[in-house]
Nanobody, 124 residues
Framework: QVQLVESGGGLVQAGDSLRLSCAAS????????MGWFRQAPGKEREFVVG????????YLANSAKGRFTISRENAKNTVYLQMNSLKPEDTAVYYC?????????????????WGQGTQVTVSS
């Protein structure tokens, strides 16, 4: 069992940066592939970026390439999402999720544990 708690969301202006954190409970954090998803009002949840168990092999959605970076510190049971050059269309609730799959996946159905989400609002 893994519990995930996101933090770091807020209201920012276009062009600003934010770093989201996701703290995991339990001692097996390093055995999970981690991902960040987001859901905007009226839209389906979408994959943003994922990272392998060791912290390598980041996999980014096209919307995130060049602006977002994912990293993890297994010793701290934490995964981060650094978001730069934010745009109003990045406004959404951001969720972190844990997958037992060995490979990073953008399929939300492969993630078994989810956080409660943190709101990110980007004003123009």
């Amino acid at each position: 069992q893994v519990q995930l708690v996101e933090s770091g969301g807020g209201l920012v202006q276009a062009g600003d940066s934010l770093r989201l954190s996701c703290a995991a409970s339990g001692r097996t954090f390093s055995s999970y592939t981690m991902g960040w998803f987001r859901q905007a009002p009226g839209k389906e949840r979408e994959f943003v970026v994922g990272i392998s168990r060791s912290g390598g092999s980041p996999y980014l959605a096209n919307s995130a390439k060049g602006r977002f970076t994912i990293s993890r510190e297994n010793a701290k049971n934490t995964v981060y999402l650094q978001m730069n050059s934010l745009k109003p269309e990045d406004t959404a609730v951001y969720y972190c999720a844990a997958s037992e799959r060995m490979l990073v996946t953008d399929d939300a159905r492969k993630y078994v544990y989810w956080g409660q989400g943190t709101q990110v609002t980007v004003s123009s």
